[in-house]
């Protein structure tokens, strides 16, 4: 598995259910994963039931490791990085002009994050990163970014975290950007969009598209056909007709998802991995899916 | 039944991603329009997802028609997608006092290549366009769509940051750290440190990107104000959308403390996909089947009980919730059927309901 993995994707599709599957995985194989979520909120601790995940990586299940990276020490470790002091560092990042100034300084916020993730990625300790990124937005701003910043930053330090990261970025060795998608109609239009979009970006290397949440199915087509013969016929109004209105609710649901499934087949042309859904809690749903990674071909 | 009470007149959704927040406000929208309101729906989203719950072909910035599935008095609804680019360069334009000076802003490199592409900016100018449409005569009321995960909150503080940004104090020290003149005090050791940790070609952007905004700070200033008060106004109301299984409750819980400790009023909380209208049979006692369908019985029971388990699980989720955070709430019903036009988006949030405990 290449070290750092970046996973994108429409929010709620359970982007973060898949990596702490693929995490579980990987530390039963004996790799040292680390999962990186960016921004306020964390999802690993809730997801495997442990404390709140901070900026400092804590093991959240046996050998998987979760950090989150937060502004203000990333903000240290990008500046004592350039001035190897920390104590100096702290006191800049403490001063309050300057944190202010850093703080709602539009691409600072971006570039330190980077730092931090090109550190982590440095670091042998762990291996593989698999990162969090929120949303779709999210991801486009985050590899756009070294583009956008191209035009005034000529040279400098933060050119050099720019180029760093860009080059980690562009490594099909080391890097790779993952989808996360659910077989549902609007998902599957933004994930189709999505992927064109980081296709053009002929620097990234896409690597695998997961489907999630992929619902059972519960009638086979003769039984379809009874359900929907007695619902309009002898069974209309009587006490039960809801429970037949319950089972053509969960072909019809299962229908939707196998047409999202055909139009990621025909429109995504990536190696492939899909999840069932699953109603039990989050940590039987991690079980579930990381015994299903063991045994897929893809990853 | 979900409803605004009409001195509403600006409704901001927020809550993370993938919680069904555009649609709603879609539905929303939709539905004070239907009472009889003139509606505009914004979307600070890039994504197209209120194109496609609205189903329309694309939004632009200028508010597009939205033609009602049902004639309704008085009713209208309008969507817009926020192009940043473009209200950012207004925004500008507004704060600055002549046009040349706007001018040399619009021209700056670094706002350039921030305008269009980060967060930041695609925050402040949503808010920007916010505060200017809640005040056009033509709208009643403005639905907000905020951008999914943590933007949902960040877009709050946009006007308010940038004012701290163009803070007067740190400008200009920033600018006297940068300035080469010896004498400074302190600022030589600040200016040493800024080009180390920041580079020079970056202070020398900065530094030419500041002094010219610092003109407009007090502009600024003044729209944050509005703004803040705009938000704190008994007129606006926040609702929290969420999905109602464990993880989501508790992302809520923290989108909620986000809201609450702005000193905003979390008016409703709103849980998407809470329970299966097909299986609000109000006699929940096992039936009969016919025997035409009794090789299917058991499947049928499994169905059932599945469902009514995880919509129990839901429900208890949501009045604990409640209980904990104070809040009222609003269930919707998990769509049934797509809900790619006006009329399924109607009958949808027609089907929502207030929370009642369990029984």
Redesign the interface.
Known sequence: MRPVQFFTG????GK?TVLGALATAAARRGERPLIVEL???T?SS??FHGPDVGYEPAEVAPGVHATRVQFEPALVD??TS??KLRP?ATL?AKNN??R??F?????V??IVTLHRVAQLAADDRWGPILVDL?????AL?FF??PG??E?????????QVLDSATKLVRDEKRCAVHIVTVPE??AV??TI?LYERLRQRKDLHLGCLFINRIPKV??DEE?QR??KA?LEG??AG???A?????????A??RQ?ADKCLRGLRRDIDLPTMSFDAH?E??SAIIEALSRAIEQAEVW | MIELPDECRLAFCVG????GKT?FAAALGLREALRGRSVLVLTA?????LA??LGVHGLRDVPSDIPLPSTAPGGELHAAMLETKASADDIIRRAADDPTRAQRVLDN??Y???SN?????HAYAAMERVHETVHDPRYDLVVVDT?????S?EILDAPA??V??L?Q??VR??LQASDESPGLRGGAI?QR??R???????VS??TEFLTEMAFLREGFAERAGEVRDLMRSSRTRFILVS?AD??GI??AK?VAA?VVGRDFELAHVVFNRAF?P????A?HAP????D??AA?AP??DR??A??T??EARKHSNIVAFCKEQGARAWSLPEA?R?L?DTSALAAWIEQGRAVEPLA
């Open positions: 429409k929010g709620g599709v973060s921004g306020i909120h999802s809730h997801l990008y500046i350039r001035l100096i800049v002009s300057l202010r100034l703080m709602a300084a539009p691409g916020d971006e929120e949303s779709t937005g999210h701003m756009d970014l956008v910043l035009v005034f930053l000529k040279d400098g330090p933060l050119r109609p609007l239009n933004e969009q519960w009638l039984e009874l359900v007695e002898a069974s009587q006490p039960w809801p429970d037949l209105a319950l089972a053509e609710y969960l019809r649901r939707t109603e809690d989050s | 993370v991603g993938g919680v649609t989203d890039p994504a197209r997802r496609d719950a490199r670094i350039q290549a921030f592409t980060l967060a930041r900016s951008p999914p995960a943590q933007s909150i940051r940038l701290r940004f803070d104090r740190v020290w920033f600040a440190l800024l180390t940790v920041a580079g020079d070609s970056l952007a900065l999905s464990s993880v508790e992302a923290s986000e299966v097909e299986i609000g049979r006699d039936v009969t089947y016919p035409s369908l299917l499947k049928l169905m059932r599945l469902l388990q995880e049934t797509p790619g």
